[in-house]
């Protein structure tokens, strides 16, 4: 028993220590205020904008990795059809 009790504290700093690391390392959620949200983030410098058959996309990324492999943000689109016949080149969720 006495070398249980010397194990399982080191288990447990160990353990904490670890978590501690992961939680600093951790990206933080991008936060969108609720101005953004109910539309005002479509007035943002950075926004962009593209017509394509009469129709206009509004388009704002408000995260990037910082390797530009995961991005997120808003769009605004009227209603649009696009026919996709080869494999689509990333992941993408909507």
Do not use: C, H
């Amino acid at each position: 028993m006495k070398l249980f009790l010397p194990l399982a504290s080191f288990a447990a700093f160990t353990l904490g220590v670890s978590l501690t690391l992961v939680a600093t390392d951790m990206p933080k959620p991008a936060l969108l205020q609720k101005e953004d949200i109910a539309g005002n983030i479509f007035t943002r410098p950075d926004m962009y904008k593209s017509v394509e058959d009469g129709n206009t996309t509004l388009d704002v990324t408000s995260l990037m990795s910082s390797d530009g492999k995961f991005a997120s943000g808003m769009y605004r689109s009227g209603a649009t059809r696009e026919v996709i016949d080869e494999p689509y080149g990333v992941d993408e969720f909507m």
